[in-house]
């Protein structure tokens, strides 16, 4: 991930605000990206600034170490940081125009652990509904399996020791301005602008980090 350490910077989309529609609209990207984040992004840098000694530390190190901090720190540095990596890894894997299945290695796994690609897109449907409230689905890869789980609020799997492959940010300022309150609306939409090059990335190095 680029620009991992303090200060943190808001790094551009790998796309342009615009490149998901009809899927994800222009004002929402800029919005998600420019606004919501940009936010993670400086209170990450504002509670860094006054604790030094957390200053070396990476995003995911920052995170994983979130627990041992005492609160409010603890709850400051987790959602910020875990924001901050949450959107991050949720931007770089959408693509468009975006292969509708994956293919290769990952493609392999998903039929392994889910039966099929259609099973796995009805459970991770299933996953990104149940999320009640604000939070994520995921697609992660753990103890040579893959399996979906969900995140409240910027909580993320990596806090469980679980590897991620995919995610979807099910907040409302993902989708509202477009979809309003219809959440499957969205996963539909979202289904049609996966990275799957990206994905398949993830779960390789998953599986060179031994998760
Ligand atoms: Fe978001």
Known sequence: MEN???????????YDYDALEPFIDEKTMYLHHDKHLQTYIDNLNAVLEKH????????????KISVRLPKPLQTTVRNNAGGVYNHRFFFEGLT?????EPHGRL????????????RFESEFKKAALSVFGSGYAW???????????????????????????????????????????????????????INW???????????????
């Open 96 to 100: 468009n125009p975006a292969q509708k």
């Open 197 to 211: 090059d990206k994905a398949e990335q993830n779960l390789i190095n998953c599986i060179k980090n031994r998760n």
């Open 52 to 63: 030094p000694e957390l200053q070396k530390l990476s995003l995911e190190q920052l995170i």
């Open 107 to 118: 493609a392999q796994a998903i039929n392994q652990c889910f039966s099929d690609f259609d």
């Open 4 to 14: 991992s350490n303090y200060p943190f910077v808001n790094t551009p989309l790998p």
């Open 139 to 193: 697609l992660v890869y753990s103890r040579h399996r893959l399996r979906t789980v969900t995140t409240p609020n910027q909580n993320t799997p990596i806090e469980q020791g679980l590897c991620p492959i995919l995610n979807i940010d099910v907040w409302e300022h993902a989708y509202y301005l477009k979809h309003y309150n219809l959440r499957a609306e969205y996963i539909d939409d979202w289904f049609n602008i």
